[in-house]
């Protein structure tokens, strides 16, 4: 950690406990209050303790320092949120204030917020001039020239003020594909100890591409020509390279691990709107529907010999199995447990009300109480009969991926054409791959979008027999 970074946090404090201060005596003078010194004495200590407990906590001084104003308006607004209820908080529970003093309080909480945004603009704008003079640049050597290398240059020029400047570029070995300007590319790898004899060099940023990072000898070559030189460096792992786009990095007291498979859902307030959309949707679904239910399952006596519903085991989330509900549609069905048998084209098994239930997919409703007891979503991917599961699990790599969230009465692979049979390759890469694609890419109005199609587009009756 440089010098400057143990300073600026201290400096920062200071600045806003300054304001703090100007902030409480400006709204006693304005408000002309002359009483209560000793609790309005005390209030402002509890303000300044607030304040750098609750700083501490989210870490206000540690990140953002060197960001632009509208990140620091952004991490200070949130911060002051917070010190604003708890302040609120603390004096109204701890202090029996009358009416003008809790004027006092609201107004000096304005105060310091106003005053601090300006404060903050003024101070970004003086130490960014500062740190844009030359005497203040930090010379930087790049190991990589690919797309991390690209992602580094990229934020040093949108960043000037950071006081960054690349000196050049050195390739890992000589089959790397340059992605930076060529004009900086100052040769190989093995040319670092003599560039870092002859040159100034102040950091080092390996932004190496996974598959050359595994040869974990050349990293240790460059950190430990670094440590000869007394220069500082930085790391840029390849995280995209390694787990792909969908990760996130975790921070949990002193343990820091990667989350490989980070979806939309695994969000908090994703997997909340999803669950309560299912539940009012589905609610509302069976209330609505009713009479529909009703008449069906009179139809479905009255067609042919049988129970009103066909109710087999289907491979839910994370694997485990659930019985689904769907309205008989034929004279002799499957087993509920181990069916292996796929409906055929003009299947003689199929009855009349049957033919024109599984038409217009109407033999599917029942499954609103398989979400409204929570076993499935609206949207989501179509659940399989075990044997598929397992032939497609052994077909496709990510296939099993589809089983992290719950499965759907509907899905993107429905509504753009395909369901019904898994028989040949482009039909089981392609149900699969837009399965995927849906949880990859989920949002609520995605889902919205798929029970629009579901009821009033074409291809979601495709193939229905």
């Not at 304005?30 to 607030?50: K, M, P």
């Not at 930085?234 to 787990?243: H, I, N, Q, R, T």
């Not at 181990?338 to 499954?367: A, F």
Request: hydrophobic letters at 45%; proline letters at 4%; one cysteine or more.
């Amino acid at each position: 950690m440089s010098r400057l970074s143990l300073i600026l946090p201290i400096f920062y404090f200071t600045v806003d406990a300054s304001i703090l201060v100007v902030a409480f005596s400006g709204s006693n003078y304005l408000l002309n209050r002359n009483h209560h010194q000793g609790l309005e004495w005390t209030a402002l200590a509890t303000a300044i303790s607030l304040w750098a407990v609750i700083a501490y906590v989210r870490k206000l001084y540690q990140s953002n320092l060197n960001n632009g104003f509208t990140p620091r308006v952004i991490s200070y607004s949130k911060t002051y949120l917070i010190f604003a209820i708890a302040l609120l908080s603390v004096t109204y529970l701890t202090f029996d204030f009358p009416l003008e003093v809790s004027k006092e309080l609201l107004s000096f909480v304005l105060v310091f917020l106003a005053l601090n945004i300006i404060v903050n603009y003024i101070l970004i704008f003086v130490i960014t001039l500062w740190r844009r003079r030359s005497e203040n640049i930090k010379y930087t050597l790049v190991i990589g020239v690919g797309d991390l290398a690209v992602k580094i240059s990229n934020y040093f020029d949108s960043n000037p003020d950071f006081g960054f400047r690349i000196k050049g570029y050195l390739k890992s070995n000589g089959k790397e594909e340059s992605k930076v300007n060529s004009t900086k590319v100052i040769g190989h790898l093995r040319d670092i100890k003599q560039y870092l004899s002859d040159n100034p060099i102040d950091e080092i940023v390996i932004a190496l591409p996974y598959k050359s990072a595994r040869n974990w000898k050349k990293i240790k070559n460059i950190i430990d020509q670094a440590d000869l030189n007394g220069t500082r460096v930085s790391y840029l792992p390849d995280y995209k390279g390694l787990f792909g786009n969908n990760f996130k990095i975790i921070h949990d007291g002193n343990l820091h691990a990667v989350n490989v498979r980070q979806l939309p859902l695994d969000e908090f307030q994703a997997a909340i709107e999803k669950i309560i959309f299912d539940f009012v949707f589905s609610g509302l679904a069976l209330l609505l529907l009713s009479p529909a239910l009703i008449l069906i399952s009179v139809l479905i006596k009255l067609d042919s010999p049988g129970p009103v519903f066909y109710c087999p085991f289907r491979v839910g989330r994370g694997g485990k199995h659930f019985k689904i509900f769907k309205f008989r549609t034929m004279y002799e069905n499957d087993r509920a447990a181990g069916g292996m048998r796929s409906t055929l084209i003009n299947d003689p098994r199929i009855t009349p009300v049957g033919r024109v239930l599984r038409k217009y997919n109407l033999d599917e409703l029942p499954q609103f109480l398989n979400v409204f007891l929570g076993e499935m979503s609206v949207v989501g991917p179509r659940p399989h009969r075990n044997f598929l599961n397992q032939q497609m699990k052994e077909h496709l790599d990510k296939y099993m991926l589809r089983h992290y969230f719950k499965p759907g009465i509907t899905g993107w692979a429905q509504v753009n054409g395909w369901r019904g049979p898994t028989e040949t390759e482009l039909q089981i890469s392609q149900r699969t791959a837009h399965d995927l694609w849906y949880i990859e890419n989920w949002s609520f109005l995605l889902d919205l979008k798929i029970v629009w199609m579901t009821i009033f587009s074409r291809s979601a009756y495709q193939n229905a027999f």
